[in-house]
Structures are given as C-alpha cells and as structure tokens.
C-alpha cells in the first residue's frame, strides 16, 4: 500500500488548511485510516481516524470541533480538514493505514504510512 500525503503549507492562527491522502496498491475500503502529527521534538500523536466505511471517527482531544476526517473508497482519499487552527498545530502531518478494522489511536496499529505534509501556524 503506498500514501501519499499533500496540502500542508504556511497558513495565519484561525485559518484554515485540508490535507489529502492519495492510497493505491491495494482495496481501499479494507483499510481504516488514521492522521497522525510530529512536532519538532516531540513525538509523533495521534490526529484523528476514520473506518473503513467512513461512518465512524475518532478524534485527539486537540482535534476535536475543529478538524474533520472524512474518505472517499471510490476516489481511493482520505482527507483531514482543519480549522481555527492554532500555532500548536504547526507539525508534520502524516497519514496511515491499517487493516484490523479496529480504530486505533496508536501509531504502532497501522501498517503503512505516507511521507508527510509540512503544516505551519504562524501567530
């Protein structure tokens, strides 16, 4: 399975960015999806996570109210919508897949990452 994340950039405190993760090389839909963050010097935490349907999320509390996980099985995207952010944001974002099914906060329960996408929140 290969991702492939994009739509990081440089944007101001309050506004507002949407990522995108590109999945090829195998079925989709078998898959839950996870976005993760790694600030510099910290470690890499967990975002937000969506299941294999779509129906069901998950969020960081950090995330909550402000980012939007969401996919597409027929375009073979998951996307993270983010708003009101905030320079504490500022960090690589990357996406993951995993195939148990089960919605994992975990970066150590997926199986395949992207290479990351540079979001930066100036104050």
């Known amino acids: 399975v290969q991702l492939q994340a994009c739509g990081g950039g440089l944007v101001q405190a309050g506004g507002s960015l949407r990522l995108s993760c590109a999945v090829s090389g195998r079925t989709f839909s078998n898959y839950g999806m996870g976005w993760f963050r790694q600030a510099p010097g910290k470690e890499r935490e967990f975002v937000a996570a969506?299941?294999?349907?779509?129906?069901?999320?998950q969020y960081a509390d950090s995330a909550k109210g402000r980012f939007t996980i969401s996919r597409d099985n027929v375009k073979n995207m998951v996307y993270l919508q983010m708003n009101s952010l905030k320079p504490e944001d500022t960090a690589v974002y990357y996406c993951?897949?995993?195939?148990?099914?089960?919605?994992?906060?975990?970066?150590?329960?997926?199986?395949?990452w992207g290479q990351g996408t540079l979001v930066t929140v100036s104050s």
């Open positions: 993951a897949a995993e195939g148990s099914g089960i919605l994992r906060m975990s970066s150590s329960g997926y199986d395949y």
């Open positions: 969506v299941s294999r349907s779509g129906g069901i999320t």
